[in-house]
């Protein structure tokens, strides 16, 4: 259950230093190469369809391996883990058939993470992490109905609530993550005031959006400004960035976060960009070298790794930043800030 006294821990360490974010609980996973019959376990042996790629799944039918994993990040040096749940939502777990069981899976990813993180001997943060989904709300599907949706904002809504209340008992903080559709972002948003409402609980909230290519904006069409102001009215705990770009492409747009925020950043970029066979070439040493550089320069608060980050690119991350400040929260000046695709501020 979260711990007052934890949180208060990490608030007083970030204080003085780079919190450490772990790295990626995918590319882990992968490194076990489970099989479909691995994935099924014994539970699910005769599942309608194929479940082979559900990370999710693993919580339940191989714990002993995600457990593991969050150990091993701590291990390197994090001060935070996040929850295997990138997908446990009733939206994204219909690929599989397995909406029925998407609060379990839920439930179990943070159980896990919260075991790993109890007994660490040590005060480590767990991060409930909550994903975009596999549907979009402000884009369609069919190029031909640019007005189709396949869900509705209450169906996002309601599916996170109920991942909400699922990870809540175990998790210390909600992490809404990989935002490439701010709308989504809103409905994750609700779904968690909807939640501090109805359980009086105030876990709070840490935000971090995706770049997703060359263009600097989120796949929705904003700029990292624009986006911080799309979603400042959660006051979340962080925001930041995550995926989708390695160090070097993701730093304009972290500077461009750290400028404006009036919280801490957050940011967590893959090991460089995948080759031709999607896998990560960025050693830790390379990719610890340029996020150094960004602590250096007084950007971030929280440093961690997204796809392709293994616990030595966590290690080395740790090591690299060990003793440096983090970045001081700024106080801007009274506006009114709004955002569409880009960011508008009315001054006072």
Not at 40 to 57: I, K, T
Not at 115 to 144: F, H, Q, R, Y
Not at 218 to 228: D, I, N, P, R
Request: hydrophobic share 40%.
């Amino acid at each position: 259950m979260r711990s007052e006294a934890l949180i208060a821990d990490l608030e007083k360490k970030a204080q003085g230093a780079i919190l450490i974010l772990d790295g990626a609980m995918g590319t882990m996973l992968q490194k076990y190469t489970f099989s479909e019959e691995q994935f099924r376990g014994d539970r699910f042996a005769d599942w309608q369809s194929p479940v082979q790629g559900n990370n999710d799944l693993l919580n339940l039918t191989q714990p002993d391996a995600v457990r593991t994993i969050h150990t091993k990040f701590i291990e390197a040096g994090a001060d935070l883990i996040e929850t295997n749940t990138f997908s446990a939502t009733t939206i994204a777990q219909g690929d599989y058939h397995m909406q029925d069981i998407a609060a379990e899976i839920a439930a179990a990813g943070a159980r896990l993470a919260r075991e790993a993180a109890d007994a660490a001997g040590k005060p480590v943060g767990v991060l409930g992490a909550i994903g975009p989904t596999n549907k979009t709300l402000s884009l369609s599907p069919d190029v031909n109905n640019p007005g189709y949706r396949e869900v509705t904002f209450d169906d996002v809504r309601d599916a996170y609530l109920e991942q909400a209340r699922a990870m809540a008992p175990y998790i210390d903080f909600f992490l809404i993550e990989t935002v490439f559709d701010t709308l989504n972002a809103k409905a994750a948003i609700k779904a968690v005031m909807d939640y501090r409402a109805e359980s009086g609980d105030d876990t709070p909230v840490i935000i971090s959006g995706t770049i997703t290519d060359a263009s600097g904006r989120t796949l929705s069409g904003q700029t990292a400004e624009a986006f911080w102001h799309s979603v400042r009215h959660a006051q979340p705990w962080a925001i930041g960035l995550n995926c989708a770009l390695g160090a070097k492409m993701m730093r304009p747009h972290i500077a461009a976060n750290s400028k404006v925020a009036d919280t801490k950043v957050i940011a967590y970029p893959n090991a460089g960009l995948p080759n031709e066979f999607g896998e990560y070439d960025e050693l830790p040493e390379q990719t610890a070298s340029q996020l150094e550089e960004w602590a250096k320069s007084g950007l971030v608060n929280v440093l961690g790794g997204c796809c392709g980050t293994t616990p030595p690119h966590i290690a080395a991350i740790s090591k690299a930043v060990e003793g440096k400040a983090p970045r001081i929260i700024p106080e801007p000046p009274r506006a009114m800030r709004l955002s569409g695709l880009e960011p508008f501020q009315l001054a006072s």
